[in-house]
T-cell receptor, first 110, second 115 residues
């Protein structure tokens, strides 16, 4: 069975500082990994995905994620956070369906 | 191109009633998946439809059902509502089945409150 863990319920960061949201996964075979963001009263928006290839994946809104096979991690990063990045972030792994982590709330303070 | 639309956006029902939610996928998308989002359980997969056939099903009781029409629009139905069914129900569409290959695009959700 596949699973995803997001160990932090909330991440607080000052605007302009680097942002990291952690994700670890468990899946048999090659992982297909995704990050989504959810703003209040909105559905999920796709940020980026890892299928194969470079371990550093670049996505929307300046976000990137680093795939680490040995640590089974897929952490989301942004070099300089904005207040508008405050939202709920979900990591997901794909098998025959998308399995989501519990989500991490990001709060970027001015 | 229009995004995924879900109707209604908000719904209040009473225990024991049934409810039908609707999802219109992005034009050209043939796969529709449904998810339940609650504070306690997070995002959980309900089922996926592709070409009017259910392809995958999550671990939900038989009270939860769905269908897909020839135009790819989908409906999900919940019968004999329970308080625990209160949730945000999200629909996602993709070009084809195979979540690892095809990105899913989510609608804004239907907020169901059961009283």
């Amino acid at each position: 069975a596949q699973s995803v863990a997001q160990p932090e319920d909330q991440v607080n960061v000052a605007e302009g500082n680097p942002l990291t949201v952690k994700c670890t996964y468990s899946v048999s075979g090659n992982p297909y990994l995704f990050w989504y963001v959810q703003y209040p009263n909105r559905g999920l928006q796709f940020l980026l995905k890892y299928i194969t290839g470079d371990n550093l994946v670049k996505g929307s809104y300046g976000f990137e994620a680093e795939f680490n096979k040995s640590q089974t991690s897929f952490h989301l990063k942004k070099p300089s956070a904005l207040v508008s990045d405050s939202a709920l972030y979900f990591c997901a792994v794909a098998g025959n369906k998308l399995t989501f982590g519990g989500g991490t709330r990001v709060l970027v303070k001015p | 191109k229009a995004g995924v639309t879900q109707t209604p956006r908000y719904l209040i029902k009473t225990r024991g009633q049934q409810v039908t939610l609707s999802c219109s996928p992005i034009s050209g998308h043939r796969s529709v998946s449904w998810y339940q989002q609650t504070p306690g359980q997070g995002l959980q997969f309900l089922f996926e439809y592709f070409s009017e056939t259910q392809r995958n099903k999550g671990n939900f009781p038989g009270r939860f059902s769905g269908r897909q029409f020839s135009n790819s629009r989908s409906e999900m139905n919940v019968s004999t509502l329970e308080l625990g069914d209160s949730a945000l129900y999200l629909c996602a569409s993709s070009l084809a089945t195979g979540v690892g290959t095809y990105e899913q695009y989510f609608g804004p959700g239907t907020r169901l409150t059961v009283t």
